[in-house]
């Protein structure tokens, strides 16, 4: 089992870059595939970034690639999110998940992430 907790929201203007971070309990986190997804008000909470257990595959949402960059730290039990040239739209609370598994394939659903963060907020002014 793995406990995630996001740090690194905040407000900021259109434009502004966002790290936010994901730290991770547990002696297996290098077995976890990780994910980021983001839930605005009113809306479903939807996939943003995955990455491989070992960081070699990563995957986008088509609505932040190009901006957004994940990464993870397998040695600090860690996973980040680069957020560059933010837009209104991204305000969301963002989500970092965990699911065990050695595959590499791009997995978006979130049924199939079997932990999460509480959540961070981020909010993108115009």
């Known amino acids: 089992q793995v406990q995630l907790v996001e740090s690194g929201g905040g407000l900021v203007q259109a434009g502004d870059s966002l790290r936010l971070s994901c730290a991770a309990s547990?002696?297996?986190?290098?077995?976890?595939?990780m994910g980021w997804f983001r839930q605005a008000p009113g809306r479903e909470r939807e996939f943003v970034a995955m990455?491989?257990?070992?960081?070699?595959?990563?995957y986008y949402a088509d609505s932040v690639k190009g901006r957004f960059t994940i990464s993870r730290d397998n040695a600090e039990n860690a996973v980040y999110l680069q957020m560059n040239s933010l837009k209104p739209e991204d305000t969301a609370v963002y989500y970092c998940?965990?699911?065990?598994?050695?595959?590499?394939?791009?997995?978006?659903?979130?049924?199939?992430?079997?932990?999460w963060g509480q959540g961070t907020q981020v909010t993108v002014s115009s």
């Open positions: 990455i491989s257990w070992n960081g070699g595959s990563t």
């Open positions: 547990g002696r297996t986190f290098s077995t976890y595939v």
């Open positions: 998940a965990a699911r065990p598994s050695a595959s590499s394939r791009m997995v978006t659903r979130r049924e199939e992430y079997a932990y």
